[in-house]
């Protein structure tokens, strides 16, 4: 039975690429956690959650749910812009200096040069850095997957 163990393959890899993306964990009495998975124990499913606030809008700095009182697990839609991610990506393929980079990452915020913010909404600013980092911009979302014109 190949096909068995490939498709046990896939499941464990698709598991393992949640980790550390934010996630709703449905329990069998219908409770449900939202965090960030950090971890999971494959034979049992048990999953660890950081960030957590539950259906109350309690929140919780780390939970552990037991695998057989799970119900579901939901996984959210990315966004597809990520400023860390940007940052580095600026850095790494557009010559632009580390130094002159700053990430707001609690509000997805790109600032280079204190002149030009970039958001998931694209870049604000003029002149040829502004220009530049439009390339670069359309370039990171060509590479996420993104039809960009």
Not at 31 to 40: A, C, E, M, S
Not at 61 to 88: H, M, R, S
Request: hydrophobic content about 40%.
């Amino acid at each position: 039975m190949a096909y068995a163990g490939d498709a046990a393959r896939r499941y464990m890899s698709r598991l393992v690429s949640l980790v550390d993306k934010n996630i709703t964990v449905r329990l069998k009495n219908g409770k449900t956690y939202k965090g960030r998975l950090v971890g999971f124990e494959p034979n049992t499913l048990n999953v660890v959650l950081e960030g957590v606030v539950d259906e109350e809008g309690n929140s919780w700095p780390l939970v552990i749910v037991k695998g057989d009182v799970v119900g579901e697990l939901l996984i959210e839609k990315e966004a597809i812009f990520d400023a860390k991610e940007f940052a580095e990506f600026i850095v790494k393929h557009g010559g632009i200096p580390h130094h002159q980079v700053r990430v707001y990452e609690d509000i997805n915020v790109v600032e280079v040069a204190r002149s030009v913010r970039v958001t998931k909404d694209g870049v604000e600013g003029a002149g040829p850095l502004a220009f530049r980092l439009n390339s670069l911009f359309r370039e990171y979302l060509r590479r996420k997957g993104v039809k960009v014109d």
